[in-house]
Every structure is written in C-alpha cells, then in structure tokens.
C-alpha cells in the first residue's frame, strides 16, 4: 500500500527549541508504534528540508506538519494550523535565505495547485531559546508527550477521513 | 538627481552584507561592498586537526558549494602527501562537481538573478506568473542534489569525498538510476540557453581580466593550471605568488588584486571567456545557435554563461553516469609526512584556491583559504562605479534595483567571504 499521509518534523537538532518538532515526532513514534508504522502513513524527520518539503508533500493525501514557533504564547503551548491558515504567516523576505514552512507552501501552492487538496495540518510548538548548541527548554521538553497525542489525534483525524472519501 | 537610497536587505544572495555609494557631482566619489560580519576564522579552526578531516571542515563553509571546499582541500592535501589518485576517482569527483555546478547554476539562474531581468521581486512572484519556468527550475535544481546524495550521502554537505579518493564507491544502481532525470535535464538545460538569451540584459560593457582554471582536454572545473585573458599561465601552486589578498578597512573579508594592484574576475564568464573551446559538444552547440558572441563582457550576462555551463555540466554527467563501473580500492593509501600543498577547482562562483602545511602526523600547522567571492569584491566595486554614471539620473527605485541586480549577477556567496547586508547610495553636497 502506498502512503497517503506524511507526518513530518521539521526543525534544527542543535538549536535549542528549534528542535521541537523533530522531537515530538520521534516521540509520537515510539508512544504510538501501532499508527506510525501503519503502511498508509509515511514519517520523516527534516532538519532545514528547504523547497525540498514540496517533494515530501508530493502526491500525499494529508499531512501533519511539526515545527517549533515562535510566539507570545508561553513556552510549550501548541497552536494547530490549517493550510490556509498557516500561509498567514508569510513575511516578506525576498530572499530565499529568510523563508520559513510558510513561504515554501506558499511557493508549492503557486506552482501546484492541487496541494490545496492535501489536508495539511501544522502543529507549531512555541519554543523559548533557539541558540546554536543549546538543548530543549524544560517547557519544551516537558510538552512533548501532549505534542505527541495531539499528532496521535491529527493522524487518526486524518486517516478517517481519508477513509469516508476514498469509501 | 539620486541623493540617497538605502535598501534594508540585498536579497537573493547567499549571506548578508552591505553596499555603500557617495555621489559628488554626479560621479561616485566612494564605493564599497561593506563586508561587516565577523570573520569565520576557518582557517584557524584547521589548525592541529587531522588532515582528513580537512574536507568535511570546509565543505561547511558553504551549503551551496561544499563539494568545491571538499574538492580544492583534497587536491591540497594529496599534494603536499604526494598522493596521486586513480583516473575513476578523478572522474567521479567530477561527477560529484557536476551535481553542485547543477544545484547551484539552476539556483541562481532561474530563482536569485531571473526574477531581476523579468522585473519581479523573488522567485514566489515569478512562481505566480510563470509557475512552468519555476516548477522546471526546481526539478533541475533537484536533479543536481539527487546527484549529490547518490554519491555523497547527503544532498547537502555530501560525506564520501577523502583525501586518497572516497570513503567507498557510492552503490552503481542508484546512479545509472538517475540517467532518465538526467536526459531530461540536458533537455531543459538547452531551453534555459534558448531563453536566456531573450532576457532584457542592462548595457555594460567592462574590461575584464578573467581568471579561471584550465585544461586543453575538458572544460576546468576539477582541476587545471591557471589561466588570465591578460597574462601568462601558472601553475596552482604558483597562484599566489600573482593573486594577492589583502585587507581593506571596511571589509572582514580580504581582496584579492593580481600583483600588479589590478581587479580580476573570476567565475562563470571568466570560465566561458577562456574554456569554451572545451565545452562539451552540446554546449558548444547551444553557444553558436544561440548566437552568442564571445567574450561575453557584461556582468549581468554572466546568467547566459551559468545556462551554458548548465548544459555542459548535465552532458558530462550523462557520460560519466553510463561509464560509471567502480573496481579496486575507493582510495589510496595515506602515507602521512610532513609536507606542503595547493590544490584549486572551479566552484560555481569561481576558482577556490586552499594551500595547507601538515606535520608529519598529519595535522595541519597552516591553511589559507582564496573563495572567489572574495577575490571578485574589489571587481564588485570597479563594476559598480562603472555604473554609477547610467544610474543617477534613474527614479531612486530603479537605480537601486540595478545597483542590486549587478551585485546578484555575480551570484555573490557572502557566507564564504563572509556575511553581506545594506545598500546606502548618498550624495554630498
């Protein structure tokens, strides 16, 4: 069977709450080793994936997006986004240098439409530090497990219903 | 009349950094490429490390052209071993040559410099009208990085390359694998000629002294002796007894200047200027259809030259990929003595020079580092005083946008000189 939905962490492993994303993914898999080995579901652990996420979204039915943010919310607090609403945060830089997951689904939906058909959800944890060498915050770090059901949630959300459509 | 301009962010360039222009009397008075970012002091960094860990060190200076850092530190090294390494490890070096020259060429020419001559502001604007140009962009952008990984490991900062050779032959499926994505972009490669040639190019015609490795068999982008348009050759080891750096208060990076005090070029017109006759057959034949008179003199066509070099890097790939048949030992063996060594490839943005001393253990007691951003600084600003005269009577908007986009055209990698930032036009009164 091939997969139809991705969940992916996205982040930098040596830059403190940057790393957030990776994290919770890697978490979600060893807690929930029953949905993320299932066929349908492909996972992936990016650091600094670039234009490069379009081709992980490629062809894919959903997808859960996992990335740490910044925010005036308190460290560790977890926003969910949909597509259109995370598009919301694109910022003006020209340069690809300044791009973040935003401008890159931005660009993937100006040169490919039918991404709006993916059911993209991103999970955006609120990080505190994101200095070069630093560790997770304890606030951070302390939100992973919940990071972790809410991506159990996205995933089993997901596959019903991709299921009732596919029916 | 312009009196002042200052752009927050030069865009779509590698790295940050800052342009500073004082006008008097309609004539540029003071012109600088500001290069404030702290030094990076990788050379520093090398000493009293092993010399094989020398490659992998570099390559991170750049993410855009790490198998130049790995390539030039390599040849280095050899030399100053006395190392002589086998014909297929030569050759799959090129090949690993041609994915970066791939990724980076087909980076630049559509997403950083394109949007500039089709007067829009980032690739995202180009992707909303012309979503085709953009899609076929990132697949021939990808195809370089695909490359990359199938024999590096990594599509960036790929891991196999070692003084000696490689680590192991990288696996002969996964490379004869990538023959289809290949052909089809020795395909788009000839179209990105074809096109490149209609774009609207500003008029400025320079007087360059073009600089670039060269070799009578293949077009230099491993290796080669090095050429000038205005002197005799030298060998690499030699290079800097002609090239000299030097500082120069406003920049954390050295100029570069030949020992005569002159600004030289380097990078893909210098390449095309001085190797054409070694391009690869369908290259060759994409430079006389699309009726492109050599030497190409002006700053901003440098993206016709990344297009032809494009498809000479896709069709020395092709040819290398179906003879790709590794035998015997990946590497050859290290014999450590104390020594001295140059090695110099052609980096996408141009010649990368790297000289080391090592110890009899292997570690490094001293490394220079030459990239060509830095030695086309001092050229930056001659280009851009060349300009000044055509600018100054423009609307401010468009006189800073031409400003930028000769800075763009040279595809500067401010991360390798070091970091670049802030355009600043004033004049005084």
Redesign the interface.
Known sequence: MEAKITVIGIGQSLRGDDAAGLMAVRLWQKNFPETASRPEVRVETLE?PG??L??YLDGMQAAVLVDAIRSPDPAGSLRRFTLRQALAFTSD??????WGVA?TL??GL???PSLCQCRLILLGLSGRHFQTGAALSPEVEAALPYAAERIEHEVLRSLRKLARKND | MIEKIEVPALARVEGEGGLYIKLKDGQAEEIRVDIYEPPRFFEGFLQGRFLQEVPDITARICGICPVAYQMSSVQALESALGITISEQTRLLRRLLYCGEYIESHALHIYLLQAPDLLGKESALELAAVAPDVVRNALRLKKIGNDLLKAIGGRSVHPVNACVGGFYRWPDVEPIKALLPDLEWGLEAAQETVRWSVTLPYPDLELDYEFVALHRPDEYAVYDGDVWSSKRKPVPVDEFDKVYLEEHVRHSNALHSRTIDGNPYLVGPLARLNLNHEQLSPLAQKALSEAGIKLPLCNPYKSLIARAIELVDAYETAIQLVKNYQPSGKAYAPLTLKAGVGAGASEAPRGLLFHRYAVDAQGLVLRARIVPPTAQNLPRMEEDLKSLVPQIIQLPHAEATLTAEHLVRSYDPCISCATHFLKLRIEEIE
């Not at chain 1, 830089?93 to 300044?98: D, I, N, P, T």
């Open positions: 600094l234009l490069g379009l081709d830089a020209r340069s690809a240098h300044g401008e931005q660009l100006a040169l490919n």
